[in-house]
């Protein structure tokens, strides 16, 4: 069965420094790989994927995110965070090898807090 | 392009009731999947629709249930309310399945007294 973990329920960090949002996952074969951020009274928006290729992703608003498959792990990452960064951060996989279509699974979530 | 839309956004019942839920997804788009959001449960997958059949399907009791229409609109339905089906309820809906991105509704905020 796929999962994910998310250790940090929130992360704290000051305006203008490096943010990082922790994720592992595990499924039977490579993952289709997800970031998706929460505002309050929002829905999730799509903040990048990783499906195959470099392990580098960039994605939305500055974020990046690597995929380490020696660590089963997929960390958001961005140089300097923002307030407006503030919100809650959701990684998510999808095992594209059991049944064909596993369904996406979310982790917990990750309060990130920017502080000015 | 519209995004993904959700009505009612709001909705109060009472326990025993039982209440739908509509999920128009972005134009194009074919696969619709539900997802139920509580502050203690986080994201919980419900059921994921593709070409009105149902795909995946979470682990929640009977009373959920869903429908996708030919024009790829979906509705979920919980019947006989209980106070812990209070909650965000998210539809995402993709291009197909596999690797697509989803994109999320805004959400309906259910609230069972």
């Known amino acids: 069965a796929q999962s994910v973990a998310q250790p940090e329920d929130q992360v704290n960090v000051a305006e203008g420094n490096p943010l990082t949002v922790k994720c592992t996952y595990s499924v039977s074969g490579n993952p289709y790989l997800f970031w998706y951020v929460q505002y309050p009274n929002r829905g999730l928006q799509f903040l990048l994927k990783?499906?195959?290729?470099?392990?580098l992703v960039k994605g939305s608003y500055g974020f990046e995110a690597e995929f380490n498959k020696s660590q089963t792990s997929f960390h958001l990452k961005k140089p300097s965070a923002l307030v407006s960064d503030s919100a809650l951060y959701f990684c998510?996989?999808?095992?594209?090898?059991?049944?064909?279509?596993?369904?996406?699974?979310f982790g917990t979530g990750t309060k990130l807090q920017v502080i000015p | 392009k519209a995004g993904v839309t959700q009505t009612p956004r709001y909705l109060i019942k009472t326990r025993g009731q039982q209440v739908t839920l509509s999920c128009s997804p972005i134009?194009?788009?074919?696969?619709v999947s539900w997802y139920q959001q509580t502050p203690g449960q986080g994201l919980q997958f419900l059921f994921e629709y593709f070409s009105e059949t149902q795909r995946n399907k979470g682990n929640f009791p009977g009373r959920f249930s869903g429908r996708q229409f030919s024009n790829s609109r979906s509705e979920m339905n919980v019947s006989t309310l209980e106070l812990g089906d209070s909650a965000l309820y998210l539809c995402?809906?993709?291009?197909?399945?596999?690797?697509?991105?989803?994109?999320f509704g805004p959400g309906t905020r259910l609230l069972v007294l």
């Open positions: 995402a809906s993709s291009l197909e399945r596999g690797p697509e991105t989803q994109y």
């Open positions: 990783y499906i195959t290729g470099d392990n």
């Open positions: 134009s194009g788009h074919r696969s």
């Open positions: 998510a996989v999808r095992d594209p090898y059991s049944g064909g279509y596993q369904k996406v699974t």
